[in-house]
């Protein structure tokens, strides 16, 4: 079965840190380019970071710009999401989302993905 699973997350202070994980099952991670969004009740999901096949090029939102870092590890089959400085407005489900597509990441919205994970919760305290 082909499938993204997600690690990772939890309860932390304002100006901790926290790393997510998202590990490829029944399918090889370096054929995809990965996204992460999250998602707070009543607001639209948004785009996090991504990270690109082949080059491993990334893109970042504005809003977590130098506080987050995208990497993977083809060998492992995962993609983490190390956040540092998190701060209340960060708290969210977040979800990793794997794509087949050639095209940048920082291009693609939700459709243009094919996998999901599960989702993890990140909360954030003041």
């Known amino acids: 079965q082909l499938q993204l699973v997600q690690s990772g997350g939890g309860l932390v202070q304002s100006g901790g840190s926290l790393n997510l994980s998202c590990a490829a099952s029944?399918?090889?991670?370096?054929?995809?380019?990965i996204g992460w969004f999250r998602q707070v009740p009543g607001k639209e999901r948004e785009g996090v970071s991504c990270?690109?096949?082949?080059?491993?090029?990334?893109w970042y939102t504005d809003s977590v710009n130098g506080r987050f870092t995208i990497s993977r590890d083809n060998a492992k089959s995962t993609v983490y999401l190390q956040m540092d400085n998190l701060k209340p407005e960060d708290t969210a489900v977040y979800y990793c989302?794997?794509?087949?597509?050639?095209?940048?990441?920082?291009?693609?919205?939700?459709?243009?993905?094919?996998?999901w994970g599960q989702g993890t919760q990140v909360t954030v305290s003041s």
């Open positions: 990270i690109n096949r082949g080059d491993g090029s990334t």
């Open positions: 029944g399918l090889t991670l370096e054929n995809l380019s």
């Open positions: 989302l794997g794509s087949r597509g050639h095209s940048y990441c920082s291009e693609y919205v939700i459709a243009d993905y094919d996998y």
